[in-house]
């Protein structure tokens, strides 16, 4: 088999979930709507989260920090998607495909690393109330935040240069909607099994480290507010714990599908619609899950729209 040369300035095909579809152009149409609503609703959220001091806790700095890394995942892939099937142009160059992969990885590290530190927070101020501006004191929520972006980082930047290292054949068409190693590795003229196996273990130290956190943290929380004496209390912290776990579900089940699973179990149809959730579906639900039950979040948007409105 020949190899390709990445030095002669070629790139990989993208044909993704837009290309296997019965209806493409529907198909299209419903991912710009779930994109222009990752946007808005995530825009908006950080707006408001930034302008109103009211939200100026850990709670919703933490919840600000998934807000931007949702909206930055989002736009790492859905507009180059879009924009690809429209010119019927499906092309990315070797670069482009390293670089996409790259920050991809990075977010999706952050934002596991960043769920688990959401979870703490809840546990904190659920089960330790009087102490929760100390334990969630600015310095110690902004070593959160600069753990998730730092750990992240550093494990992308060491899985993407591995993993394009590796010689490609001239058969370069990627079966994914973006670069990703799964999908990449089955293009590599060498043997990579050693290599799946590394990211198999590393997907499974990097993802149950942050689950253990939230299920313990989770538990915990259950077990203080069974023995809460005020209704509306329960009430409160089961809404606002109900609506992570909604997140934590769709976010944890997408990425063991990816990194946890055998490659054996992989189809590729199957791989594009579980890309497709995580990088537009999940962006355009997070903040309508966190916001619309939320009285505190409506009632800030409610006056911000209002002072610019105005």
């Known amino acids: 088999m020949e190899y390709w040369n990445s030095t002669l300035g070629s790139g990989f095909i993208l044909m993704g979930i837009l290309n296997d579809s019965g209806s493409p152009e529907l198909l299209c149409a419903t991912i710009t709507v779930l994109y222009m609503l990752a946007l808005t609703s995530n825009g908006l959220l950080l707006l408001v989260i930034t302008v109103d001091s009211r939200l100026h806790v850990p709670m919703y700095f933490l919840l600000g920090q998934l807000s931007l890394m949702d909206l930055l995942f989002t736009s790492v892939v859905t507009p180059k998607a879009l924009v690809d099937f429209l010119q019927s142009e499906y092309t990315i160059s070797f670069g482009g495909c390293a670089l996409q992969m790259f920050l991809a990885l990075t977010l999706g590290g952050a934002e596991d690393l960043l769920l688990a530190f959401m979870a703490y927070d809840r546990y904190v101020a659920i089960c330790h109330p009087l102490n929760y501006m100390v334990f969630m004191r600015p310095r110690v929520c902004w070593l959160m935040v600069a753990t998730a972006w730092i750990l992240a980082s550093l494990s992308a930047f060491v899985y993407t240069t591995y993993t394009m290292h590796y010689p490609f054949c001239k058969v370069r068409k990627i079966r994914h909607l973006l670069c990703e190693i799964p999908p990449l590795l089955k293009l590599a003229c060498a043997d990579t099994s ?12 990097f993802l149950m480290p942050p689950l253990f956190t939230i299920i ?4 915990l929380i259950l077990c203080t507010v069974l023995h809460m004496p005020s209704n509306e209390g329960k009430q409160k912290a089961l809404v606002t714990c109900s609506s992570h776990l909604t997140v934590v579900g769709m976010f944890y089940g997408a990425a063991t599908f990816m990194y946890v699973l055998p490659s054996s179990l992989h189809s590729p149809r199957q791989d594009n619609i579980i890309s497709l959730f995580y990088t537009v579906v999940t962006p355009a639900l997070n903040p309508l899950i966190y916001s619309l039950r939320n009285k505190e979040v409506m009632g800030a948007l409610k006056r911000v729209l209002a002072k610019y409105m105005a």
Do not use: H
């Not at 050693?194 to 130290?205: C, D, I, N, Q, S």
């Open 194 to 205: 050693r290599y799946e196996l590394l990211v198999y273990v590393m997907g499974v130290t």
């Open 216 to 219: 313990s943290s989770y538990t």
